[in-house]
């Protein structure tokens, strides 16, 4: 997909929806279907052609982005998952004028927002909700945003987010649970990050791309999001260079214009129907994906037996023999990213063998395992490691999604146990993964959703 100049539109003054069947996919009610279920008769080999969405940590660092333009910005391969809803939602409750322009299509004109100011009601239901520190920050000068609630993974503090604000000139307090954060003026400043992290260099460049004079950002991610916003906040007039590299060189510029851009696909989801592929010794092609972003995930399947062929934005797992065991340990890119360990720790439980994962990343990601132990999975865990030994084959059972990546993880393992596995609490799942009840019934499965209906907004829901 190619990304196109600047286009003239007219905005509607509120979120216009064009047909019933976008208003379904873009439901802007979070929480009407928390209590759904997904039923998984497992088994079935995956076979066929399934096509990745757009980038979920891409579409939920560009969407807050899109303030710092001075004209409207259109968005194309927006995921339909509730992160992008609520970040839409989020910026229309600002006062931002949002449309669907088609199916994955968004015209967002963030001008008319004139108030810094994120509340709670807002941002507890997203962790990415930090995102508006920063482009609210570079636009602003100041910005009130409430501290994301929750923690699925552990401690998530935000720590290096302040240090580098800091840097760049602003005060930061916190007060009443809202981080407030003031700078007179924003300066370029030299920032060095303890420890590798996305969330700080995407707020980092989102604060300094219009600040005065030269940001450099050492120990940068390098996450394929980052490179991402960096393209996009480019393509609106900013001078960004090294983004994928680990020093990132941000030269303030005085505005940012509007523009038409697409997100990359989703390097976690193609990942997953990889790995579901593999987990159902199947035989999937699995479109729409920058291959490059996927060569650790490609990398593991083969050494334990699986075969993967790529194309120039395709690719094809297939398994037709056994599969042996492997250790994993999770990196910041390009190492084996943290957001694949539960889905590829789901695989191995079928591995012959015994496999070692260490999760590098999270101090807490491991709580899908007692769930994937009610369904026969031999694992213990021991800190960050996680020791499996291979079973013939996983039993269906009733179980409940701690965290999104843990959710793509059940499923996963319901595709490939004996039985019918009954998964609860979804809407994690809903929150990274665009139509995956329709995907998978593409590639062969035996899943349906049992609606339940009462399901109400719950106030404990965190995004990742
Ligand atoms: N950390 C700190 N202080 C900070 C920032 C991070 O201690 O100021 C720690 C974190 O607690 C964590 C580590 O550093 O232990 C790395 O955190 P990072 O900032 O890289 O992660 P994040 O921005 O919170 C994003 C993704 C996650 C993904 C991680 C790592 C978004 C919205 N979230 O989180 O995505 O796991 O990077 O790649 O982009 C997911 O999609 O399932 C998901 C959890």
């Known amino acids: 997909m190619k990304n196109k100049g600047q286009q003239n539109t ?8 064009q047909n019933k069947e976008i208003l379904r996919r873009y439901a802007f009610c979070m929480g009407d279907n928390d209590l759904d279920k997904f039923i998984i ?3 079935r080999r995956l076979e066929g052609e399934v096509s990745v969405s757009g980038a979920k940590n891409a579409a939920v660092a560009i969407i ?3 303030i710092l333009a001075d004209g409207p910005c259109i968005l194309e391969n927006v995921p339909n998952i509730s992160d992008v809803s609520i970040s839409l939602r989020i910026l229309y409750e600002m006062g931002a004028q949002v449309k669907t322009l088609g199916y994955n299509t968004f015209l967002i004109d963030a001008t008319t927002i004139t108030e810094p100011i994120v509340p709670y009601e807002m941002a507890k239901h997203m962790r990415a909700s930090y995102y508006f520190l920063g482009t ?38 916190l007060d009443h649970g809202m981080i407030d954060i003031n700078a007179g003026s924003l300066i370029g400043a030299q920032i060095y990050f303890d420890f590798v992290t996305v969330g700080a260099t995407i707020n980092t460049m989102l604060a300094a791309v219009k600040a005065k004079g030269l940001t450099v950002i050492e120990n940068a991610a390098k996450e394929p999001h980052v490179v991402d916003l960096a393209n996009f906040l480019n393509s609106m007039g900013a001078d960004i260079m090294g983004a994928g590299t680990d020093v990132i060189k941000i030269k303030g510029v005085r505005s940012l214009k509007g523009t038409n851009y697409a997100i990359i696909p989703d390097q976690i989801e193609a990942g997953t129907y990889m790995v579901a592929a593999a987990a159902t010794r199947g035989n999937v092609l699995i479109k729409n994906v920058i291959p490059k972003h996927l060569e650790s995930i490609t990398a593991k399947l083969e050494k334990i037996g699986a075969t993967v062929e790529e194309f120039d934005d395709s690719v094809r797992v297939s398994v037709d023999g056994p599969l042996v065991r492997t250790n994993i340990k999770t990196m910041p890119h390009p190492g ?3 957001d694949m360990q539960p889905q ?5 439980c079928t591995a012959a063998g015994t496999s070692i994962v260490t999760e590098d990343i999270f101090n807490n990601r491991f709580r899908y395992v007692e769930q994937l132990r009610r369904m026969g999975a031999n694992i213990s865990i021991d800190g960050k490691v996680a020791v499996i030994e291979g079973v013939s084959y996983l039993m269906g059972a009733p179980v409940t999604v701690p965290d999104l990546r843990a959710g793509a993880a059940l499923v996963i393992a319901g595709l490939a146990a004996r039985g019918i596995t009954e998964i609860e609490d979804i809407y994690h799942i809903e929150r990274g993964y665009e139509d995956i009840e329709r995907k998978l019934q593409g590639l062969g499965a035996d899943i349906s959703r049992k609606s339940v ?11 990742l």
């Open 136 to 173: 609210l920050l570079g636009k602003f000068n100041r910005a009130r945003v409430s501290m994301p609630g929750g923690c699925y993974l552990g401690d998530r503090p935000i720590d290096q987010h302040i240090k580098a604000f800091s840097a760049l000139g602003a005060q930061c307090n």
């Open 10 to 17: 007219t905005v509607t003054p509120r979120i216009v929806y």
């Open 453 to 463: 209906p009462g399901g109400t907004s719950s106030s404990h829901k965190v995004a």
């Open 41 to 43: 008769k497992g088994g």
């Open 64 to 66: 807050p982005a899109v």
């Open 336 to 338: 084996f990213p943290t």
């Open 344 to 348: 590829f720790s789901t695989l191995l």
